[in-house]
């Protein structure tokens, strides 16, 4: 009844066996695709769009690589001689693109990692911006000043890295000087005052206000206070003026920096005790 | 002190209101209002939507200034509703942690229901009978304060309020504060310390009457550290009206539940 399977179409393949290839050449296909349906909902959650994408279309190639190289006898083509055609034309395209491997292993390894992630504001190697990609080779962020730096992954996964988005909030400190005439707790008083009325100052972890050092021309306040990680530096540059303004309108100086000469020609009464 | 009272000049409605704290005092109105009008409450806020060309001029004013908006639409109302105090400041905490004022100490398998005091904020909605409603503004007489809840690594911002206990309901301005009925229940098997409850934004349901803001909750203490708040879909009171909720779970696809981690 099927003695035309047994037929041979070119070589020793019959059509029984291009059927097989067929066969599983299609079963791998839909393998795959129910594979990436899995991950996609399985994952859905646990990873960002960018990364799952990836992430399916390895695995799916992945799948198909394998189907194809078990498939590749029943037509006639052995891999082992294609290994060795290709072997040689591998090794110059390995050097030739040592480096985008090494990109595309160290962007493999950044997505397990996930240092960062779109949005970050971060630093990497000297460049600070807010990232706006992360490719398999490749990772993308817009400088403060608007500018686009692409860095390859290699060398995002090889630097050092600071993501100022990583927590929900974050601490910054502002140094207040005052004259030594002045009461610095009531400064402190009036500094805490502030914190509490503004809105985007964490009550908890609590703002910290206190005399840090007694400098040459001023005691020297250090006030140090947490707030939401998206909204701290517009919070900073709005604080440290009005804090300038409360304190000096309760009468508190901010004294310049000053220096006190004596010439030698005055009298010896007039002089400190130490230099006398 | 302004009078509370009603009156229409040349087809405006003007509406004034003040809070007189006790157990009885004049219904806040809510509304729908027609158009135009112009509501003043509690001497120091004023709302009006007046004509202007086509549509309409929405101002509003207190003591931090004056926001100004044109709605340009056909026939409409108003009407003001409580709604989750999450708004100032906009898109950056959507928990509100609330504080007790005292602890409360819960011998195990043990429950307690209390009246915590909870903050609100106003909307302005903006009706088309039958055909829609949009939010016009919101605005809270409240200075809004956060708080971190957790660890700095991955602590939650939280709204935070000093919240009062009391064990009936009291008496509070409706468009200030809102009361909170919570029933903590106990589960494990040592005393519970609690001083503090953590909520999620997306589960708030808020329900409101001309003298009172409410909502109900239930807070289950599993261990030592851990303890799960749940909002529950309800009127404190029969004929309560539910507020419009501007947080949905439901579009968020967001739990409504809130699991405390980190102490209570």
């Given at each position: 009844m099927?003695?035309?399977?047994?037929q041979t179409v070119y070589g020793t393949v019959t059509w029984y066996t291009l059927l097989i290839a067929a066969l599983i050449f299609l079963g791998s296909l839909l393998f795959s695709k129910l594979v990436s349906i899995q991950l996609r909902r399985s994952l859905k959650?646990?990873?960002s769009k960018e990364h799952l994408g990836m992430l399916i279309k390895v695995v799916s190639y992945g799948i198909m690589i394998i189907a194809i190289l078990s498939i590749m006898p029943m037509v006639g083509l052995e891999p082992s001689g294609l290994m060795v055609a290709g072997g040689?034309?591998?090794l110059a395209i390995g050097f030739a693109s040592q480096s985008i491997i090494g990109n595309l292993i160290s962007g493999l390894f950044l997505m397990g990692e996930r240092p960062v992630k779109i949005g970050d504001l971060v630093e990497i190697s000297g460049n600070l911006g807010t990232v706006e990609d992360i490719q398999i080779i490749s990772t993308a962020i817009r400088t403060l000043d608007g500018l686009y730096i692409r860095i390859p992954n290699e060398t995002v996964f090889t630097s050092s890295i600071t993501n100022f988005s990583a927590n929900p909030v974050r601490r910054f400190e502002l140094a207040i000087g005052i004259s030594y005439a002045d009461d610095a707790d009531k400064a402190i008083a009036i500094i805490k005052d502030i914190a509490a009325n503004h809105p985007l100052i964490l009550i908890n972890p609590p703002p910290?206000?206190?005399v840090d050092a007694l400098g040459d021309s001023s005691v020297d306040l250090i006030a140090r206070f947490w707030s939401p990680t998206s909204e701290w530096y517009n919070v900073k540059m709005e604080l440290l003026w009005k804090i300038k303004v409360a304190i000096e309108s309760e009468g508190i100086k901010i004294p310049f920096p000053q220096r006190v000469h004596w010439s030698g020609s005055g009298e010896k009464a007039d002089l400190p005790e130490s230099i006398a | 002190m302004m009078e509370n009272?009603?009156?229409?000049?040349?087809n405006l409605e003007e509406v004034s209101w003040q809070y007189q704290p006790g157990p009885s005092f004049r219904a806040l109105p809510w509304g729908p209002h027609r158009l135009p009008v112009k509501l003043a409450l509690d001497d120091t806020l004023s709302i009006s939507l007046e004509k202007s060309g086509t549509g309409y001029l929405y101002r509003r004013e207190d003591q931090s200034g004056r926001v100004e908006k044109l709605v340009q639409a056909g026939k409409g109302e108003i009407y003001l509703c409580p709604v989750e105090p999450f708004h100032h400041p906009a898109r950056i905490n959507q928990h509100?942690?609330?504080?007790?004022?005292q602890p409360v100490l819960l011998e195990p398998r043990k429950s307690v229901r209390l009246y915590l005091t909870v903050p609100i904020e106003i909307a302005v909605v903006f009706t088309r009978k039958r055909i829609d409603e949009t939010v016009l503004d919101v605005f809270s007489f409240l200075k809004p304060k956060l708080s971190l809840y957790g660890t700095v690594k991955s602590g939650l911002v939280c709204r935070h309020w000093q919240s009062s206990i009391h064990e009936s309901i009291p008496h509070l301005n409706p468009l200030v504060e809102g009361i909170l009925q919570l029933t903590i229940k106990n589960s494990g098997n040592r005393w519970a310390d609690v001083r503090q409850a953590v909520f999620s934004a997306q589960a708030m349901k808020i329900y409101y009457n001309a003298q009172l803001v409410a909502m109900q909750a239930t807070m289950k203490i599993n261990n030592e550290l851990t303890a799960e708040t749940t909002f529950i879909d309800g009127p404190l009171k029969a004929g309560m009206s539910k507020a419009p909720e501007q947080f949905s779970a439901k579009?968020?696809?967001?739990?409504?539940?809130m699991v405390m981690e980190e102490g209570y």
């Open positions: 099927f003695e035309w399977s047994e959650d646990k990873l040689i034309v591998a910290q206000v206190f | 009272q009603d009156k229409v000049i040349d509100l942690l609330l504080e007790f004022d579009l968020l696809s967001l739990p409504g539940r």
